[in-house]
């Protein structure tokens, strides 16, 4: 059985660096053809695609967002990683880690991870 877990600190301070963890189970992460997004939401901005890492190890960010993003993964742990600096409170949003597929098409969301950015 797929499953994808967020994690992280749940409440981090205005400057610093909020960094997550997806946790992969039932398929390897370097399974082609898939990638590996994250994603946020939050209520004043609706969802917000972040960027991807795919299964060869590939990235790509949104424009707005690549700045301040880094990806990373960990093979051996069947783990990918967010790294968002520089926060304000605008990044308070809920986190998803998400796997997707371009053919046969197929999208798979974890059940997201709720994010403060709070002094």
């Known amino acids: 059985q797929v499953q994808l877990l967020e994690s992280g600190p749940g409440l981090v301070k205005p400057s610093e660096t909020l960094s997550l963890t997806c946790t992969v189970s039932?398929?390897?992460?370097?399974?082609?053809?898939?990638?590996w997004s994250w994603i946020r939401q939050s209520p004043g901005k609706g969802l917000e695609w972040i960027g991807y890492i795919s299964y060869s190890g590939g990235m790509y960010f949104n424009p707005s967002l690549k700045s301040r993003t880094s990806f990373s993964r960990d093979t051996s742990k069947n783990q990918f990683f967010l790294q968002l600096t520089s926060v304000t409170p605008e990044d308070t949003a809920t986190y998803y880690c998400?796997?997707?597929?371009?053919?046969?098409?197929?999208?798979?969301w974890g059940q997201g991870t709720q994010v403060t950015v709070s002094s």
């Open positions: 998400v796997r997707s597929r371009y053919y046969p098409t197929s999208e798979f």
């Open positions: 039932g398929v390897s992460i370097e399974l082609n053809y898939y990638y």
